[in-house]
């Protein structure tokens, strides 16, 4: 498994590169005996220590895995990452262990279903409704305010909802738009300030 390690307003030493090395070498085997990779991004804010965990299983169909944390100093950040992404893949192991055993089946399946999509990145938009009504008469002819900051390629998979909801999960995402398997309309996952998560099932 090829690991790497990253600083950014902070450098990585080699004793902590090593350690980080060798926890998650011995902690994701236990769950992917033959992932692919992993990064871990380190950050530096004041007096704390940030840093992402991103864990990669396999490259088609795979199982990304996302973890963050903070500590006063990076070992305890780490560790802290490293124990919250123990606890989802202990808690959805069987699950990714099914969702393995459905996709293979997809891989030779002519019907398996994806949609291909385009992911797009904008910054926050910051709406005033008294400077709109001021402005309105000069933006008629602007066909959008909104900035484009970064796209990606992004294939919306065909899932059931179990699987969905882990994948959102392990990729530490706060909603996921996927191909429902059961009746192949677009759903969308997302997880509400409550706690609950919320399945937006859209009718024909």
Do not use: C
């Not at 090829?2 to 011995?26: A, F, H, M, P, W």
């Not at 991004?41 to 220590?49: C, I, N, P, T």
């Not at 990452?81 to 089946?105: D, F, G, W």
């Amino acid at each position: 498994m090829q690991i790497r390690v990253i600083g950014s307003n902070t450098e990585i030493g080699d004793s902590l590169e090593n350690y980080i090395k060798e926890s998650l070498d011995k902690s994701v085997r236990k769950f992917f005996y033959n992932a692919v990779g992993a990064e871990v991004h380190f950050s530096k804010e004041g007096h704390l220590f940030k840093v992402i965990l991103i864990i990669n299983e396999g490259v088609k169909k795979s199982v990304t895995v996302k973890a963050n944390a903070e500590a006063g100093d990076p070992y305890g950040a780490f560790n802290e990452a490293l124990k919250k992404s123990e606890n989802q893949l202990r808690r959805y192991k069987e699950k990714i262990k099914n969702y393995h055993k459905r996709t293979s089946v997809k891989d030779i399946n002519l019907e398996y279903n994806y949609i291909d999509a385009t992911k797009y990145v904008i910054p926050p938009v910051k709406f005033n409704v008294f400077e709109e009504m001021e402005s309105e008469e000069s933006e008629k002819n602007n066909d959008s305010s909104y900035k484009v900051i970064n796209e990606k390629y992004t294939p919306i998979e065909e899932l059931s909802v179990d699987e969905a909801i882990m994948k959102m999960d392990l990729s530490n995402l706060p909603a996921l738009v996927f191909l429902n398997s059961e009746n192949k309309r677009i759903n969308v996952v997302y997880h509400r300030k409550d706690g609950n998560i919320s399945w937006v099932d859209p009718q024909k």
